[in-house]
């Protein structure tokens, strides 16, 4: 008979074991990370707080899209997931000939979810700035580009674009909107129950801060890089580990790194 023990090794193979971990959005993207999150032994909670609603100009959208769809552009440029939404929802089609530059890893990520594509992804400034500098540092020639941005998104990656002399067409993909947690999520965060809450864009901080008023000091709150804690600080979320690089791996090694916290009421019902 052979008797089955456990490894030392066991415990760091899951360092997530026991661990209830709020994904804040959706879609493949949500999905891909809840995946992420069970490998590491933890119990992924999935609960959209943001979701796009539809540009107040559709025509410009619907325009763009079907001219990247015929070759117009020469680069498409995405600088938050919730684009990669927009394009997944329109089945929007991304010829070879067009290269396709994403903000950062989150992005990247998404859009490699729903089988897109990335050929650029900042290496030194996770931001529309770094993106920018990059892309006219490796582009000499004049280049048709399109951005697609978000309502509230600053024109910092257009107006970049067209100092270096490129041809860009900047059209507004969506608007965020919050969406309502479950009151059983709500309950679960105020008694301690999620112990982490994963906050991945500015806007995700701003829904966490309004849909969660009374967080415990013990829900590890953690943060997708410098830029993201930056955010959720300004909007009065205590930030207690920010991923040293803007991907969901190193956002979850950031989690592991804490001893498992348990909530107050764990063991009354």
């Known amino acids: ?21 709020l994904v804040p959005r959706g879609g493949p993207w949500g999905d891909s990370v809840a995946a992420t999150l069970r490998t590491q032994g933890a119990v992924p909670v999935v609960a959209p707080l943001i979701n796009f609603a539809p540009t107040e100009d559709l025509t410009a959208l619907e325009k763009a899209l079907a001219d990247l769809a015929a070759g117009t552009f020469d680069w498409l440029t995405l600088t938050s997931a919730t684009t990669v939404d927009v394009l997944f929802a329109y089945r929007a089609i ?9 903000v950062g890893e989150t992005t990247a990520a998404a859009l490699q979810a729903v089988g897109y594509r990335v050929d650029l992804v900042p290496e030194k400034d ?7 500098d990059e892309m006219v540092a490796l582009e000499g020639e004049p280049r048709r580009i399109l951005t697609l941005r978000s309502e509230i998104a600053k024109p910092v990656l257009t107006k970049r674009l ?3 002399g490129h041809d860009v067409r900047s059209v507004v993909a969506y608007r965020t909107v919050g969406v309502p947690v479950t009151e059983r999520i709500a309950r679960d965060v105020a ?8 906050v991945t864009s500015g806007s995700v901080a701003q829904q966490v801060r309004e849909q969660f008023s009374d967080i415990p000091e013990t829900t590890v709150i953690a943060a997708i890089g410098p830029r993201t804690a930056k955010d959720a600080r300004k909007v009065g979320l205590n930030v207690d580990v920010v991923a040293p690089k803007q991907t969901v791996d190193a956002l979850i090694d950031a989690v592991s790194g804490f001893p498992l916290p348990h909530a107050a009421d764990e063991f009354h019902f």
Request: proline share 6%; net charge positive.
């Open 1 to 21: 008979m052979t008797i089955a023990t456990s490894h030392p090794d066991d415990a760091s193979a899951k360092p997530l074991a026991g661990w209830r971990v």
């Open 94 to 102: 991304i010829p070879a000939t067009t290269r396709v530059a994403a």
């Open 126 to 132: 996770n931001s529309a700035a770094g993106m920018a």
């Open 162 to 164: 067209i100092a270096a």
């Open 191 to 198: 008694n301690g129950r999620i112990n982490a809450i994963l």
